[in-house]
């Protein structure tokens, strides 16, 4: 099963968020909501964004999938820690078969992960044009361990579901909340407080950098805001290392721990830096009717990007 992070234009799929903590699922039609469901998720299935027990996994999706009567064509995301996200500048080259073998050899040299052991893919994110000189591309290349992808394919497929494509939850979360028409002048921070916290920085509608947190949002401690800024602030920081990036203008909070009380105030603070929160549905059309009564929206922010698709 390959990861999909160039254009998919598979029609009528879920996206389906397999949080760790809950289900979420999203159909749209033509930009517009069409169906939005979640559940809770027993605890034990999901570790940190992987698979810990697929056979009681599947099971759960077959009676969610069930009970709602979803579609069994599924977009699925991942996030954890055996994702790398790099970006490279190389030679501009037409030929595809050359460039995929470029773009695998210049990952080969900065990605420490056995290439050999994960499924690779990229999306070409623009190119600069050189006074007297080859013009060149900047790409952005994702790297995921196979085996974590194949352990998660296979307890959707247990469950009597079809993949159609894989995602990464950062790029379905830039896709439903970046404001495709804005000017990139400045980077833009993304912290999606869910079952797993995850951070990316995005130029525009391109997701250029993410990576896990560890901070548990919703423990009530009084040094959770303190923890989740500081780990902000170092993402931001190594992304920053790199002298051409642009700096960082501002952080956007989703998922349900965005709504806890007084946080996006005490981060923009620690942080110094404007901390805002998310329309949970963005991009998406919620429709005439809108979510189920009882829905939590901040669930589906990710789903929604997952049906979104790369065709958008």
Known sequence: MALRTR??????????????????????????????????????LMTDGE???GTALS?????????????KRVRLGISNQQIVV??????????????????RFQAAETIAMPLDEAIIDYTIVGGTDVPDGQPRMNVVVVAARESMVMSLVEAVRGAGLRPVGIDLN???????????????????VYCHLAGVTNLAIALGSTCVFTRPLSTAWDSYED????????????????????PDVRFAGDVVLSGPGSQREGLAEE??????????????????????????????????????????GMAA
Do not use: W
């Open 59 to 71: 099971q759960a999706l077959e009676r969610f999938f069930e009970a709602n009567k979803l579609p």
């Open 51 to 53: 698979v810990t027990d």
């Open 267 to 308: 981060l923009g603070r620690m942080l110094a830096l404007t901390v805002s929160v998310a329309d949970p549905l963005g991009n998406l059309d919620p429709g005439f009717d809108g979510l189920p009564a009882g829905e939590d929206p901040h669930r589906h922010t990710v789903a929604a990007g997952l049906a979104i």
């Open 170 to 188: 950062a790029f379905a979360l830039v896709r439903t909340l970046a404001n495709r028409h804005e000017a990139a002048e400045q980077a833009r």
């Open 7 to 44: 254009k998919d234009r598979s029609t009528n799929a879920v996206g389906l968020d397999i949080d760790g903590v809950f289900l979420a699922a999203v159909q749209e039609s033509g930009g517009r909501l069409s169906q939005a469901v979640s559940t809770e998720l027993e605890p034990g």
């Open 86 to 103: 790099r970006q490279l500048e190389l030679p501009s080259i037409d030929d595809e078969r050359d460039r995929d073998a470029a773009i």
């Open 223 to 242: 040094d959770t805001a303190v923890s989740l800024a500081e780990e902000i602030r170092l993402s931001i920081d190594f992304y920053t290392a790199d």
